[in-house]
Protein backbone atom coordinates (compact mmCIF):
# COMPACT_ATOMS: atom_id res chain seq x y z
CA UNK A 1 0.00 0.00 0.00
CA UNK A 2 1.24 3.58 -0.58
CA UNK A 3 1.11 6.45 1.54
CA UNK A 4 0.60 10.01 1.58
CA UNK A 5 1.66 12.62 3.61
CA UNK A 6 -1.11 15.24 4.23
CA UNK A 7 0.52 18.98 3.78
CA UNK A 8 -1.59 20.38 1.01
CA UNK A 9 0.08 20.66 -2.56
CA UNK A 10 -1.58 22.38 -5.37
CA UNK A 11 -2.20 19.29 -8.43
CA UNK A 12 -1.75 19.02 -11.98
CA UNK A 13 -5.69 19.63 -12.30
CA UNK A 14 -7.42 16.52 -11.00
CA UNK A 15 -10.08 17.17 -8.98
CA UNK A 16 -9.69 14.75 -5.33
CA UNK A 17 -13.19 14.31 -3.67
CA UNK A 18 -13.50 13.18 -0.12
CA UNK A 19 -13.86 9.22 -0.57
CA UNK A 20 -10.32 9.37 -1.99
CA UNK A 21 -10.99 9.08 -6.15
CA UNK A 22 -10.61 11.47 -8.41
CA UNK A 23 -14.03 12.81 -9.99
CA UNK A 24 -14.99 11.04 -13.21
CA UNK A 25 -12.88 8.13 -12.85
CA UNK A 26 -15.44 4.61 -12.48
CA UNK A 27 -18.63 7.32 -12.19
CA UNK A 28 -20.32 9.41 -13.68
CA UNK A 29 -19.48 13.33 -13.03
CA UNK A 30 -23.36 13.64 -11.63
CA UNK A 31 -22.98 10.73 -9.26
CA UNK A 32 -19.66 11.73 -7.97
CA UNK A 33 -20.91 15.30 -7.47
CA UNK A 34 -23.58 13.55 -5.43
CA UNK A 35 -21.98 11.16 -3.61
CA UNK A 36 -19.18 14.28 -2.56
CA UNK A 37 -22.06 16.07 -1.26
CA UNK A 38 -23.61 12.60 0.82
CA UNK A 39 -20.26 12.36 1.93
CA UNK A 40 -19.02 15.93 2.85
CA UNK A 41 -22.46 16.25 5.14
CA UNK A 42 -21.65 13.09 6.61
CA UNK A 43 -18.39 14.25 7.26
CA UNK A 44 -18.87 17.87 8.22
CA UNK A 45 -21.43 16.37 10.74
CA UNK A 46 -19.77 13.63 12.36
CA UNK A 47 -16.39 15.50 12.39
CA UNK A 48 -17.91 18.63 14.11
CA UNK A 49 -21.86 18.61 15.70
CA UNK A 50 -20.90 15.52 18.26
CA UNK A 51 -17.71 16.73 19.15
CA UNK A 52 -18.97 20.69 19.84
CA UNK A 53 -22.21 18.77 21.67
CA UNK A 54 -19.41 17.26 23.80
CA UNK A 55 -16.99 18.00 26.62
CA UNK A 56 -14.72 18.35 23.93
CA UNK A 57 -15.37 22.09 23.35
CA UNK A 58 -12.48 23.11 25.29
CA UNK A 59 -10.47 21.28 23.74
CA UNK A 60 -11.04 22.07 20.43
CA UNK A 61 -11.32 26.16 21.63
CA UNK A 62 -7.54 25.66 23.23
CA UNK A 63 -6.52 23.76 19.85
CA UNK A 64 -7.33 26.90 18.07
CA UNK A 65 -5.26 29.12 20.46
CA UNK A 66 -1.90 27.17 19.62
CA UNK A 67 -2.58 25.98 16.27
CA UNK A 68 -1.21 27.67 13.28
CA UNK A 69 -1.26 27.61 9.46
CA UNK A 70 2.23 27.04 7.61
CA UNK A 71 2.50 27.77 3.75
CA UNK A 72 6.20 26.86 2.43
CA UNK A 73 7.75 27.16 -1.08
CA UNK A 74 10.81 25.84 -2.43
CA UNK A 75 12.82 27.00 -5.25
CA UNK A 76 15.83 25.38 -5.03
CA UNK A 77 14.68 21.54 -4.28
CA UNK A 78 17.43 18.83 -2.78
CA UNK A 79 17.55 14.96 -2.66
CA UNK A 80 14.13 13.64 -3.90
CA UNK A 81 11.72 17.08 -2.84
CA UNK A 82 10.20 19.04 -5.46
CA UNK A 83 10.44 22.37 -6.84
CA UNK A 84 6.91 24.20 -5.61
CA UNK A 85 4.86 25.44 -2.75
CA UNK A 86 2.30 23.89 -0.42
CA UNK A 87 0.04 24.20 2.94
CA UNK A 88 0.40 22.37 5.97
CA UNK A 89 0.06 22.68 10.06
CA UNK A 90 1.95 23.99 12.92
CA UNK A 91 1.31 24.40 16.78
CA UNK A 92 3.14 27.00 19.49
CA UNK A 93 5.16 25.03 21.81
CA UNK A 94 7.41 27.82 23.38
CA UNK A 95 5.84 31.45 23.44
CA UNK A 96 8.68 32.93 24.81
CA UNK A 97 11.29 31.78 22.22
CA UNK A 98 8.55 31.91 19.03
CA UNK A 99 8.78 27.98 18.39
CA UNK A 100 6.07 26.11 16.28
CA UNK A 101 6.07 22.25 15.94
CA UNK A 102 5.59 20.87 12.56
CA UNK A 103 6.41 18.36 10.38
CA UNK A 104 9.88 18.27 8.02
CA UNK A 105 8.22 17.73 5.21
CA UNK A 106 5.55 20.76 5.78
CA UNK A 107 8.82 23.19 6.52
CA UNK A 108 10.65 21.61 3.95
CA UNK A 109 13.97 19.65 4.34
CA UNK A 110 15.41 21.64 1.22
CA UNK A 111 16.13 25.52 1.29
CA UNK A 112 12.80 27.18 1.83
CA UNK A 113 10.55 30.39 2.52
CA UNK A 114 8.16 29.58 5.19
CA UNK A 115 5.24 31.68 6.44
CA UNK A 116 3.01 31.12 9.68
CA UNK A 117 -0.41 32.45 10.56
CA UNK A 118 -1.96 32.82 13.57
CA UNK A 119 -5.92 32.61 13.63
CA UNK A 120 -7.29 35.64 12.06
CA UNK A 121 -3.87 36.89 11.77
CA UNK A 122 -1.52 38.11 8.96
CA UNK A 123 1.05 35.31 7.83
CA UNK A 124 4.56 36.19 8.60
CA UNK A 125 7.65 35.05 7.94
CA UNK A 126 9.03 32.22 10.01
CA UNK A 127 13.02 30.74 10.65
CA UNK A 128 13.65 26.85 10.71
CA UNK A 129 15.41 26.03 14.13
CA UNK A 130 15.59 23.07 13.32
CA UNK A 131 14.63 19.60 11.00
CA UNK A 132 14.91 16.15 11.14
CA UNK A 133 14.09 14.07 8.75
CA UNK A 134 14.45 10.92 10.31
CA UNK A 135 11.55 11.48 12.64
CA UNK A 136 9.77 13.90 10.53
CA UNK A 137 9.89 16.93 12.80
CA UNK A 138 10.63 20.15 12.65
CA UNK A 139 11.03 23.58 14.80
CA UNK A 140 10.19 26.80 13.23
CA UNK A 141 10.94 30.10 15.32
CA UNK A 142 8.65 33.61 14.48
CA UNK A 143 9.21 36.93 16.25
CA UNK A 144 7.78 36.53 19.49
CA UNK A 145 6.21 40.25 20.00
CA UNK A 146 4.00 38.83 16.79
CA UNK A 147 2.33 36.18 18.41
CA UNK A 148 -1.28 37.23 19.59
CA UNK A 149 -2.15 37.85 23.25
CA UNK A 150 -4.66 34.84 23.35
CA UNK A 151 -2.37 32.49 22.02
CA UNK A 152 -0.51 29.91 23.98
CA UNK A 153 1.95 27.16 24.18
CA UNK A 154 0.16 23.60 23.56
CA UNK A 155 0.76 20.71 26.69
CA UNK A 156 2.98 17.73 25.14
CA UNK A 157 2.88 14.19 26.42
CA UNK A 158 6.80 13.52 27.03
CA UNK A 159 6.38 10.75 29.10
CA UNK A 160 4.49 6.77 28.46
CA UNK A 161 2.88 5.68 25.26
CA UNK A 162 -1.06 6.70 24.78
CA UNK A 163 -3.18 3.62 25.69
CA UNK A 164 -4.53 1.91 22.42
CA UNK A 165 -8.28 3.27 22.62
CA UNK A 166 -7.45 6.59 23.49
CA UNK A 167 -10.42 9.30 22.02
CA UNK A 168 -8.39 11.48 20.34
CA UNK A 169 -8.94 14.68 18.22
CA UNK A 170 -7.07 15.54 14.91
CA UNK A 171 -7.03 19.21 14.59
CA UNK A 172 -5.79 20.86 11.18
CA UNK A 173 -6.48 22.66 7.87
CA UNK A 174 -7.55 19.87 5.67
CA UNK A 175 -8.06 20.28 2.26
CA UNK A 176 -7.77 24.02 2.98
CA UNK A 177 -10.80 24.00 5.75
CA UNK A 178 -9.02 26.32 8.18
CA UNK A 179 -9.16 24.92 11.95
CA UNK A 180 -10.96 21.62 11.38
CA UNK A 181 -11.37 19.45 14.10
CA UNK A 182 -11.85 15.34 13.58
CA UNK A 183 -12.17 13.02 16.08
CA UNK A 184 -11.49 9.45 16.29
CA UNK A 185 -8.88 6.93 18.94
CA UNK A 186 -5.57 5.95 18.75
CA UNK A 187 -5.22 2.68 17.29
CA UNK A 188 -1.91 1.64 18.74
CA UNK A 189 1.72 2.16 18.05
CA UNK A 190 3.36 0.66 15.18
CA UNK A 191 6.68 0.71 13.57
CA UNK A 192 6.65 1.94 9.69
CA UNK A 193 10.33 1.64 8.22
CA UNK A 194 11.35 1.15 11.53
CA UNK A 195 10.31 4.71 12.84
CA UNK A 196 7.94 4.26 15.94
CA UNK A 197 4.60 5.78 14.90
CA UNK A 198 0.82 6.44 16.71
CA UNK A 199 -1.56 4.90 14.14
CA UNK A 200 -5.19 6.46 14.41
CA UNK A 201 -8.60 6.28 12.77
CA UNK A 202 -9.01 10.21 13.22
CA UNK A 203 -9.29 11.40 9.82
CA UNK A 204 -6.71 13.05 8.22
CA UNK A 205 -6.02 14.87 4.97
CA UNK A 206 -3.82 16.91 3.08
CA UNK A 207 -3.12 20.42 4.95
CA UNK A 208 -3.95 18.37 8.05
CA UNK A 209 0.04 17.52 8.17
CA UNK A 210 2.32 19.21 11.01
CA UNK A 211 -1.05 19.90 13.45
CA UNK A 212 -1.37 18.00 17.11
CA UNK A 213 -3.44 14.70 17.87
CA UNK A 214 -4.91 15.34 20.91
CA UNK A 215 -5.84 13.21 24.15
CA UNK A 216 -9.76 14.56 23.59
CA UNK A 217 -10.00 14.32 27.31
CA UNK A 218 -6.89 16.65 28.70
CA UNK A 219 -6.69 18.49 25.22
CA UNK A 220 -2.71 16.94 25.84
CA UNK A 221 -0.85 16.36 22.15
CA UNK A 222 0.47 12.70 22.04
CA UNK A 223 0.87 13.41 18.47
CA UNK A 224 2.36 15.38 15.16
CA UNK A 225 0.04 14.22 12.24
CA UNK A 226 2.19 13.08 9.70
CA UNK A 227 0.70 11.07 7.14
CA UNK A 228 -2.02 8.17 6.20
CA UNK A 229 -2.22 5.49 3.81
CA UNK A 230 -4.02 5.78 0.41
CA UNK A 231 -7.65 6.05 0.83
CA UNK A 232 -8.22 4.24 -2.45
CA UNK A 233 -6.83 0.99 -1.10
CA UNK A 234 -7.73 1.52 3.15
CA UNK A 235 -9.72 3.27 5.52
CA UNK A 236 -8.91 5.29 8.54
CA UNK A 237 -5.13 4.26 9.05
CA UNK A 238 -3.30 7.11 9.66
CA UNK A 239 -0.08 7.91 11.09
CA UNK A 240 1.35 10.58 13.79
CA UNK A 241 4.72 11.19 15.25
CA UNK A 242 4.54 10.35 18.87
CA UNK A 243 4.99 13.87 21.05
CA UNK A 244 7.79 12.16 23.04
CA UNK A 245 10.07 12.78 20.33
CA UNK A 246 9.51 16.36 19.93
CA UNK A 247 10.05 16.73 23.89
CA UNK A 248 13.52 15.25 23.54
CA UNK A 249 14.45 17.31 20.51
CA UNK A 250 12.73 20.50 22.71
CA UNK A 251 14.56 19.82 25.78
CA UNK A 252 18.10 19.32 23.99
CA UNK A 253 17.34 22.68 21.66
CA UNK A 254 16.26 24.73 25.01
CA UNK A 255 19.71 23.30 26.59
CA UNK A 256 21.72 24.27 23.48
CA UNK A 257 22.67 21.24 22.71
CA UNK A 258 22.54 19.15 19.21
CA UNK A 259 19.47 16.77 19.23
CA UNK A 260 20.58 15.74 15.63
CA UNK A 261 19.98 11.59 15.14
CA UNK A 262 23.16 9.43 15.46
CA UNK A 263 24.17 7.48 11.99
CA UNK A 264 23.88 4.53 14.03
CA UNK A 265 26.90 1.44 13.26
CA UNK A 266 24.49 -1.00 13.48
CA UNK A 267 21.50 -2.17 11.18
CA UNK A 268 18.29 -4.46 12.44
CA UNK A 269 16.56 -7.74 10.90
CA UNK A 270 13.05 -7.35 10.49
CA UNK A 271 11.07 -9.88 12.33
CA UNK A 272 7.56 -11.12 11.49
CA UNK A 273 6.98 -10.15 15.49
CA UNK A 274 6.05 -6.59 16.77
CA UNK A 275 8.44 -4.83 18.85
CA UNK A 276 11.19 -6.84 18.42
CA UNK A 277 14.84 -5.59 17.45
CA UNK A 278 16.99 -8.02 16.06
CA UNK A 279 20.02 -6.94 15.31
CA UNK A 280 21.53 -7.76 11.44
CA UNK A 281 25.30 -5.95 11.23
CA UNK A 282 27.36 -4.22 13.44
CA UNK A 283 30.53 -2.33 12.81
CA UNK A 284 32.65 0.37 13.10
CA UNK A 285 32.86 1.58 16.94
CA UNK A 286 29.92 -1.33 17.75
CA UNK A 287 31.73 -4.65 15.88
CA UNK A 288 33.09 -5.96 19.16
CA UNK A 289 30.32 -5.04 21.35
CA UNK A 290 27.30 -6.21 19.24
CA UNK A 291 26.55 -9.77 17.13
CA UNK A 292 24.33 -10.72 14.77
CA UNK A 293 21.46 -12.26 16.38
CA UNK A 294 21.18 -10.16 19.09
CA UNK A 295 17.99 -9.15 20.57
CA UNK A 296 17.35 -5.83 22.15
CA UNK A 297 15.26 -6.42 25.34
CA UNK A 298 15.79 -3.02 27.19
CA UNK A 299 17.52 0.45 26.52
CA UNK A 300 18.64 2.54 29.43
CA UNK A 301 16.04 0.09 31.80
CA UNK A 302 13.20 1.34 29.11
CA UNK A 303 11.78 -2.34 27.81
CA UNK A 304 9.31 -0.45 25.39
CA UNK A 305 12.15 0.85 23.64
CA UNK A 306 12.39 -1.70 20.68
CA UNK A 307 12.01 0.75 17.95
CA UNK A 308 15.03 1.84 15.89
CA UNK A 309 13.74 5.22 16.32
CA UNK A 310 13.34 5.10 20.45
CA UNK A 311 16.79 3.13 20.81
CA UNK A 312 18.66 6.37 18.48
CA UNK A 313 16.46 8.91 20.34
CA UNK A 314 18.49 7.88 24.08
CA UNK A 315 21.93 8.95 21.78
CA UNK A 316 20.77 12.26 20.88
CA UNK A 317 22.33 13.84 23.30
CA UNK A 318 25.76 12.26 22.44
CA UNK A 319 26.15 10.17 25.63
CA UNK A 320 26.61 6.47 26.37
CA UNK A 321 23.84 3.75 26.79
CA UNK A 322 23.23 0.30 28.55
CA UNK A 323 21.63 -1.89 26.29
CA UNK A 324 20.03 -5.29 27.62
CA UNK A 325 20.12 -7.95 25.29
CA UNK A 326 19.24 -11.54 24.87
CA UNK A 327 22.40 -13.69 22.97
CA UNK A 328 21.09 -17.47 22.86
CA UNK A 329 20.22 -18.14 26.07
CA UNK A 330 22.23 -15.64 27.86
CA UNK A 331 20.35 -12.19 28.76
CA UNK A 332 23.87 -9.63 29.11
CA UNK A 333 23.99 -5.78 29.50
CA UNK A 334 26.54 -3.90 27.25
CA UNK A 335 27.63 -0.71 27.60
CA UNK A 336 27.65 1.48 24.27
CA UNK A 337 29.27 4.22 23.24
CA UNK A 338 27.68 6.89 21.65
CA UNK A 339 27.88 6.88 17.52
CA UNK A 340 31.06 8.85 16.35
CA UNK A 341 28.96 9.91 13.31
CA UNK A 342 25.12 12.10 13.79
CA UNK A 343 23.09 12.82 11.00
CA UNK A 344 23.95 16.99 10.65
CA UNK A 345 23.62 17.47 6.83
CA UNK A 346 22.39 20.93 6.11
CA UNK A 347 20.80 22.24 3.06
CA UNK A 348 23.82 24.45 1.60
CA UNK A 349 24.54 24.49 -2.00
CA UNK A 350 25.85 26.77 -4.58
CA UNK A 351 23.43 28.23 -7.34
CA UNK A 352 25.41 28.95 -10.40
CA UNK A 353 23.56 29.35 -14.05
CA UNK A 354 20.37 27.02 -13.00
CA UNK A 355 21.73 24.55 -10.95
CA UNK A 356 22.29 24.01 -7.36
CA UNK A 357 25.84 22.24 -6.28
CA UNK A 358 25.65 20.36 -2.51
CA UNK A 359 26.99 17.35 -0.65
CA UNK A 360 24.75 14.82 -0.12
CA UNK A 361 21.63 15.08 1.89
CA UNK A 362 21.57 11.06 2.81
CA UNK A 363 23.18 10.19 5.87
CA UNK A 364 26.15 8.37 5.89
CA UNK A 365 27.06 9.43 1.86
CA UNK A 366 30.47 10.65 1.52
CA UNK A 367 30.60 14.76 2.76
CA UNK A 368 33.26 15.42 0.54
CA UNK A 369 31.17 14.55 -2.82
CA UNK A 370 29.14 17.89 -3.92
CA UNK A 371 26.24 16.63 -6.36
CA UNK A 372 23.81 18.35 -8.70
CA UNK A 373 21.35 18.92 -6.63
CA UNK A 374 18.86 20.49 -8.21
CA UNK A 375 18.81 21.74 -12.21
CA UNK A 376 16.06 24.02 -13.64
CA UNK A 377 14.54 23.62 -16.82
CA UNK A 378 15.29 25.45 -19.56
CA UNK A 379 17.98 27.47 -17.67
CA UNK A 380 21.98 27.55 -18.78
CA UNK A 381 22.51 24.71 -17.21
CA UNK A 382 19.82 22.67 -18.81
CA UNK A 383 21.21 23.47 -21.77
CA UNK A 384 24.53 22.95 -21.59
CA UNK A 385 23.62 19.07 -21.09
CA UNK A 386 24.14 18.93 -17.04
CA UNK A 387 22.73 16.06 -15.30
CA UNK A 388 20.93 16.31 -11.68
CA UNK A 389 22.08 13.52 -9.58
CA UNK A 390 25.36 14.12 -11.30
CA UNK A 391 28.60 14.00 -8.74
CA UNK A 392 30.69 17.43 -9.82
CA UNK A 393 34.75 16.50 -9.34
CA UNK A 394 36.39 19.46 -10.90
CA UNK A 395 35.52 22.95 -12.21
CA UNK A 396 38.44 24.16 -14.13
CA UNK A 397 41.11 21.65 -13.35
CA UNK A 398 39.90 22.67 -9.44
CA UNK A 399 38.62 20.05 -7.23
CA UNK A 400 35.31 20.25 -4.88
CA UNK A 401 34.88 18.99 -2.14
CA UNK A 402 33.22 21.43 -0.32
CA UNK A 403 30.48 23.99 -1.42
CA UNK A 404 33.76 26.70 -0.48
CA UNK A 405 35.33 25.13 -3.15
CA UNK A 406 32.82 25.37 -5.66
CA UNK A 407 32.41 29.43 -4.78
CA UNK A 408 35.99 29.66 -5.21
CA UNK A 409 36.03 27.78 -8.37
CA UNK A 410 33.29 30.09 -9.59
CA UNK A 411 34.70 33.53 -8.16
CA UNK A 412 34.95 36.79 -10.62
CA UNK A 413 33.84 34.33 -13.76
CA UNK A 414 30.38 35.90 -13.71
CA UNK A 415 29.97 36.10 -17.83
CA UNK A 416 32.53 33.63 -18.29
CA UNK A 417 32.88 30.22 -19.82
CA UNK A 418 34.27 27.33 -17.31
CA UNK A 419 34.82 23.41 -17.55
CA UNK A 420 32.97 20.89 -15.26
CA UNK A 421 33.68 17.64 -14.67
CA UNK A 422 31.26 15.17 -13.81
CA UNK A 423 30.43 11.57 -13.11
CA UNK A 424 26.71 9.86 -13.55
CA UNK A 425 25.72 6.43 -12.42
CA UNK A 426 25.56 4.51 -15.48
CA UNK A 427 23.49 1.67 -13.97
CA UNK A 428 22.15 2.78 -9.96
CA UNK A 429 24.15 4.00 -7.63
CA UNK A 430 24.83 0.48 -6.33
CA UNK A 431 26.82 -0.39 -9.44
CA UNK A 432 29.76 1.04 -9.13
CA UNK A 433 30.37 2.19 -12.53
CA UNK A 434 30.05 5.74 -14.01
CA UNK A 435 29.86 8.11 -17.30
CA UNK A 436 32.41 10.85 -17.23
CA UNK A 437 31.23 14.49 -18.68
CA UNK A 438 33.20 17.67 -19.35
CA UNK A 439 30.73 20.51 -19.70
CA UNK A 440 31.51 23.94 -20.90
CA UNK A 441 29.07 26.58 -18.63
CA UNK A 442 28.56 30.06 -18.80
CA UNK A 443 28.62 31.17 -15.40
CA UNK A 444 25.82 33.63 -14.12
CA UNK A 445 24.08 34.07 -11.05
CA UNK A 446 26.11 32.55 -8.27
CA UNK A 447 24.89 32.74 -4.79
CA UNK A 448 24.58 30.46 -1.97
CA UNK A 449 21.41 28.48 -1.08
CA UNK A 450 21.00 28.09 2.72
CA UNK A 451 18.19 26.39 4.82
CA UNK A 452 16.12 29.94 5.26
CA UNK A 453 16.78 30.85 1.57
CA UNK A 454 19.59 32.25 -0.23
CA UNK A 455 22.73 34.10 0.65
CA UNK A 456 24.80 36.27 -2.26
Known sequence: MSSHTTS??????????????RSGVGSSPATTRSKWLVKSLIALTGAISPIAASAHDDVIASASLFTVKITAAVDYPFGDEK???????GFLVDRKLGWILTNAHVAAKSPSTVRVSFRNQPARRAEKVYVDSQIDLAVLKVDPAAIPDESRAADLKCQGEPAAGLPVVAFGHPWGLDYTATRGIVSGTKARDGEEKLQTDAALNPGNSGGPLLDAQSGIVVGINSSGLNKSVSEGLNFAVPARYACIILNLLRAGQDPSPPILPITFATTARERELVVAESKK????????????????GDETARFSSRFASYLRAGRPICVQIQRGSAIVSVDLPPPLQRDRVTRLGVHVSGM??????IPGYDPKVMWIQFLDEASIADQAQFREGGQVLSIDGISVESHEDVLLALAARQGQEVEIIFRYPR???????????????????VFVVTENGKRE
Open 427 to 445: FSMISGRYDHFARMLTVED
Open 8 to 21: SRRNSGDVFVPNGT
Open 356 to 361: VIGRST
Open 285 to 300: EWSSLLKAGDRILAVN
Open 83 to 89: KGAWRGA
